[in-house]
């Protein structure tokens, strides 16, 4: 098990993306509020010419209420279906190695997790819940429904 | 379906499937202009730069021009532009703004959507006139049906275009394709009913199915077929007290005692047109197929799936229409102290349009009628009809005529009326 992970914190707690799904991590300077979408969909950044969904990955779980992050704030930019979207997390931790097979959380690790989350990875930094792009992007609706 | 839904969704487009058991389903593809340049408005709204194509843009105006009008039905917002009063949405409200919305603050787009509806957006203020690069945006923000795409600007900051047709539809000013096809049929309908003039359908002499305007029609009148006279120069019927000209007569063979007709007026002249039955009163169609030429039939109709002839009311005037005489009806002078006279014979020569005298009146009387019994002592003036009541002295001929031959007295009466009339 060579795969390395995007390590991160959201909710106060660790997660990981695999860094194949993640683009790149950066610093998102102007943020364009989209009106009338849900409150995960922050708006709308650039990225050299590429437009951005900034996307607040803790309210996409369901765990806290949107924030509109301070500038410079950093985000994991990711691909999906073709967008290109920014994850804006808790605070972005490392890069790490992955070292153990997603396994199923023993009890329960709570409704948005639960739903996001493809299991529990050992990685050097610890153990983290590696979470499912597809599930995280589509917002806290698709994640109760 | 899925595959097809991602991919019209990844470059900003929309599938809507809507199915009716038994009667079908209809998919409606959308596809914005996206990925491709378009020539585009840029308005501020709400403090916000947004991007509107400009194909939909028919002409912008200020809130504070002096051709246009604002009008408030309960929440909604109407302005009326060159006497078209339409929705009047504010973008900023659309987009979940919560300021007061003050339309003479505010500069109007009127957008023509594709399907002619036409409304007016009213943002802040318009800022130019750029062609934008348009690309996708995410599902998550597509599924707001309020943006078409975005583009960045000059200054690298992304703006988002707006779907008119979306916010339009989002304030229910258009349903779905489909809604709005079977509403727009429906309008038709009500309008046709409401504009449709009502008509009187009947069956002529001739057997055909004729339509009358309901508008000309006066009244519709019973009278005796003996007062409808077809020797003049031009049919009259005498209904009540006057002399009508008589159209339709000429169609086929009157009825044997009763005729019907129809009074029409045109305001200063009346007609009248003789039938056999009334059918109905409907509503003329919109569709009339001329007739060839001019004649009484303006055109054929199709009422209730059957052909019908249109009366032309202005050829009919035009050919019939004289002043009503009061009519001087021709007097008859009968015996007064003849009892068959008085009671069987008076009605029939009533109905004839004759007026009974006796020998009472000092006046002179058009026909007179001498019975075996009674002979009148006056006889001076108009023609004396005798009447007998035996067939055979009535059968050698001269002016006598059995008493019971009605078609022979009444000929004579009416060739009588008939003579002084032409």
């Given at each position: 098990?060579?795969?390395?992970?995007?390590?991160?914190?959201?909710?106060?707690?660790?997660?990981?993306?695999?860094?194949?799904?993640?683009?790149?991590?950066?610093?998102?300077?102007?943020?364009?509020?989209?009106?009338?979408?849900?409150?995960?969909?922050?708006?709308?950044?650039?990225?050299?010419?590429?437009?951005?969904?900034?996307?607040?990955?803790?309210?996409?779980?369901?765990?806290?209420?949107?924030?509109?992050?301070?500038?410079?704030?950093?985000?994991?930019?990711?691909?999906?279906?073709?967008?290109?979207?920014?994850?804006?997390?808790?605070?972005?931790?490392?890069?790490?190695?992955?070292?153990?097979?997603?396994?199923?959380?023993?009890?329960?690790?709570?409704?948005?997790?639960?739903?996001?989350?493809?299991?529990?990875?050992?990685?050097?930094?610890?153990?983290?819940?590696?979470?499912?792009?597809?599930?995280?992007?589509?917002?806290?609706?698709?994640?109760?429904? | 379906?899925?595959?097809?839904?991602?991919?019209?969704?990844?470059?900003?487009?929309?599938?809507?499937?809507?199915?009716?058991?038994?009667?079908?389903?209809?998919?409606?593809?959308?596809?914005?202009?996206?990925?491709?340049?378009?020539?585009?408005?840029?308005?501020?709204?709400?403090?916000?730069?947004?991007?509107?194509?400009?194909?939909?843009?028919?002409?912008?105006?200020?809130?504070?021009?002096?051709?246009?009008?604002?009008?408030?039905?309960?929440?909604?917002?109407?302005?009326?532009?060159?006497?078209?009063?339409?929705?009047?949405?504010?973008?900023?409200?659309?987009?979940?703004?919560?300021?007061?919305?003050?339309?003479?603050?505010?500069?109007?787009?009127?957008?023509?959507l594709a399907g002619g509806d036409l409304f007016a957006l009213a943002c802040d203020r318009i800022l130019d006139?750029?062609?934008?690069?348009?690309?996708?945006?995410?599902?998550?923000?597509?599924?707001?049906?309020?943006?078409?795409?975005?583009?960045?600007?000059?200054?690298?900051?992304?703006?988002?275009?707006?779907?008119?047709?979306?916010?339009?539809?989002?304030?229910?000013?258009?349903?779905?394709?489909?809604?709005?096809?079977?509403?727009?049929?429906?309008?038709?309908?009500?309008?046709?009913?409401?504009?449709?003039?009502?008509?009187?359908?009947?069956?002529?002499?001739?057997?055909?199915?004729?339509?009358?305007?309901?508008?000309?029609?006066?009244?519709?009148?019973?009278?005796?077929?003996?007062?409808?006279?077809?020797?003049?120069?031009?049919?009259?019927?005498?209904?009540?007290?006057?002399?009508?000209?008589?159209?339709?007569?000429?169609?086929?063979?009157?009825?044997?005692?009763?005729?019907?007709?129809?009074?029409?007026?045109?305001?200063?002249?009346?007609?009248?047109?003789?039938?056999?039955?009334?059918?109905?009163?409907?509503?003329?169609?919109?569709?009339?197929?001329?007739?060839?030429?001019?004649?009484?039939?303006?055109?054929?109709?199709?009422?209730?799936?059957?052909?019908?002839?249109?009366?032309?009311?202005?050829?009919?005037?035009?050919?019939?229409?004289?002043?009503?005489?009061?009519?001087?009806?021709?007097?008859?002078?009968?015996?007064?102290?003849?009892?068959?006279?008085?009671?069987?014979?008076?009605?029939?020569?009533?109905?004839?349009?004759?007026?009974?005298?006796?020998?009472?009146?000092?006046?002179?009387?058009?026909?007179?009628?001498?019975?075996?019994?009674?002979?009148?002592?006056?006889?001076?003036?108009?023609?004396?009809?005798?009447?007998?009541?035996?067939?055979?002295?009535?059968?050698?001929?001269?002016?006598?005529?059995?008493?019971?031959?009605?078609?022979?007295?009444?000929?004579?009466?009416?060739?009588?009326?008939?003579?002084?009339?032409?």
């Amino acid at each position: 098990m060579n795969d390395l992970v995007l390590i991160f914190t959201l909710g106060g707690r660790r997660a990981a993306l695999r860094t194949t799904e993640v683009h790149s991590v950066v610093e998102l300077d102007s943020l364009i509020t989209v009106p009338q979408t849900p409150d995960f969909v922050l708006g709308l950044s650039a990225l050299r010419s590429i437009t951005l969904t900034v996307i607040d990955a803790a309210a996409a779980l369901g765990l806290a209420p949107a924030v509109r992050p301070a500038a410079g704030a950093r985000a994991a930019i990711v691909d999906h279906a073709g967008h290109r979207y920014a994850l804006v997390v808790d605070e972005i931790d490392d890069v790490a190695e992955q070292l153990s097979e997603p396994t199923a959380v023993p009890g329960e690790a709570g409704p948005g997790w639960q739903r996001a989350s493809e299991g529990l990875i050992e990685t050097a930094r610890g153990p983290a819940l590696l979470l499912a792009l597809e599930v995280l992007l589509s917002g806290p609706a698709a994640i109760a429904a | 379906m899925d595959v097809v839904r991602a991919n019209i969704e990844r470059v900003g487009g929309s599938i809507q499937v809507s199915s009716t058991p038994g009667q079908g389903t209809r998919i409606m593809l959308s596809l914005p202009l996206t990925l491709s340049i378009i020539p585009s408005l840029t308005v501020q709204s709400g403090g916000q730069l947004f991007a509107m194509p400009r194909s939909y843009v028919d002409e912008i105006v200020h809130g504070r021009a002096g051709h246009i009008e604002f009008a408030r039905a309960g929440d909604a917002v109407l302005v009326t532009v060159r006497g078209q009063r339409i929705a009047c949405l504010s973008l900023a409200a659309m987009l979940g703004g919560t300021e007061k919305f003050v339309p003479e603050a505010s500069t109007l787009v009127l957008i023509r959507l594709a399907g002619g509806d036409l409304f007016a957006l009213a943002c802040d203020r318009i800022l130019d006139h750029e062609e934008l690069v348009i690309k996708p945006l995410a599902p998550a923000i597509m599924a707001t049906g309020l943006y078409a795409g975005s583009t960045l600007l000059d200054d690298g900051n992304p703006v988002l275009m707006l779907d008119v047709a979306g916010i339009a539809r989002k304030a229910r000013l258009i349903g779905d394709v489909q809604g709005r096809v079977r509403s727009g049929g429906d309008d038709d309908s009500r309008e046709a009913e409401r504009k449709g003039t009502p008509a009187m359908l009947f069956i002529g002499l001739d057997g055909r199915r004729k339509a009358v305007r309901l508008s000309l029609v006066r009244r519709i009148e019973r009278i005796a077929a003996s007062s409808i006279d077809l020797g003049g120069e031009r049919p009259q019927a005498v209904i009540g007290e006057a002399i009508f000209a008589l159209a339709g007569a000429d169609a086929g063979p009157l009825p044997a005692d009763q005729a019907s007709v129809l009074r029409l007026g045109d305001g200063t002249h009346e007609i009248a047109y003789v039938f056999d039955t009334i059918v109905d009163t409907v509503d003329l169609p919109e569709d009339i197929v001329p007739a060839p030429r001019g004649g009484p039939v303006e055109g054929t109709v199709l009422i209730g799936g059957e052909p019908a002839d249109l009366l032309d009311a202005h050829w009919l005037f035009a050919a019939f229409a004289s002043p009503v005489r009061a009519a001087r009806r021709p007097l008859c002078r009968l015996p007064a102290g003849d009892p068959w006279a008085q009671s069987i014979l008076a009605p029939l020569i009533e109905n004839a349009g004759y007026a009974i005298v006796d020998e009472n009146f000092s006046g002179e009387a058009d026909v007179a009628i001498a019975t075996d019994e009674a002979r009148p002592d006056t006889l001076a003036g108009g023609t004396v009809i005798t009447l007998s009541a035996d067939p055979d002295s009535a059968a050698q001929g001269g002016d006598k005529l059995y008493r019971y031959d009605r078609a022979g007295l009444l000929a004579r009466l009416t060739a009588l009326r008939a003579g002084r009339a032409a």
